[in-house]
């Protein structure tokens, strides 16, 4: 177990609807990066989050957003949601500033479902 | 083209074999690679990192990557069922940055 945890652990919603997903990075990380896995896809970043920023944005649109916490926490929201949207969504946590910090430990994701 | 190909397999072998599995890419500013091992319906693993080119072993996985050809390896020797999973390549250019996944190739042991 990597100390990553994703709530909740499975939802269902319809287009258009709202929806935020929640991250609790491995203790002492600093460090949150979104990613969407698609079924029998690797996973694609979304944007990553370091000391309270973002800090790097992958090819999705702004209707994909985010915040990190004071903790290190972090939400990822998706407004006005598409069927495309279906996926794994998962969250890394990592400690930039080490020797280390190339190491990105993964929750085990919140999977979506858009009808 | 994708910056990460990956065969998506299945790749099917009997216990006891030796498994290797790949990656080509197509950026020359990745220093960082990465295997990570999935299982189904669980987030990804990380089983060896590799700065640059070389070789890294760690127990029955021994890393490659060669970036004048821009071609890594991941090799599982000893094979168990329990690597049976899908392994996923990744990479990224600075420390800490974004990862570039493979598409993931899926792996079957048989007893």
């Known amino acids: 177990e990597t100390g990553v945890t994703q709530s909740p652990t499975h939802l269902i919603k319809t287009r258009g609807q709202q929806v935020t997903l929640r991250c609790s990075s491995q203790?002492?990380?600093?460090?949150v990066s979104w990613y969407q896995q698609a079924l029998g896809q690797g996973p694609q970043f979304i944007f990553q989050y370091y000391r309270e920023e973002e800090n790097g944005r992958g090819n999705f649109p702004p209707r994909f957003s985010g915040l990190q916490f004071p903790n290190y926490s972090s939400e990822l929201n998706v407004n006005a949601l598409e069927l495309d949207d279906s996926a794994l969504y998962l969250c890394?946590?990592?400690?930039?500033?080490?020797?280390?910090?190339?190491?990105?430990?993964f929750g085990p994701g919140t999977r979506l479902l858009v009808l | 083209q994708k910056e990460v190909e990956q065969d998506p397999g299945p790749l099917s072998v009997p216990e006891g074999a030796i498994v290797s599995l790949n990656c080509t890419y197509s950026n020359s500013a990745f220093q960082y690679f990465m295997w990570y091992r999935q299982y189904s319906r669980k987030g990804p693993e990380l089983l060896m990192y590799t700065y640059s080119s070389g070789n890294k072993e760690d127990g029955r996985f021994t890393a490659q990557v060669d970036k004048s050809s821009k071609y890594i390896s991941l090799f599982i020797r000893d094979s168990q069922p329990s690597d049976s999973a899908t392994y996923l390549c990744a990479m990224t250019r600075n420390a800490g940055n974004m990862l570039t996944f493979g598409g993931g190739t899926r792996l079957m042991v048989k007893p």
């Open positions: 203790s002492g990380h600093n460090t």
């Open positions: 890394a946590s990592s400690l930039v500033g080490t020797v280390n910090q190339e190491t990105q430990y």
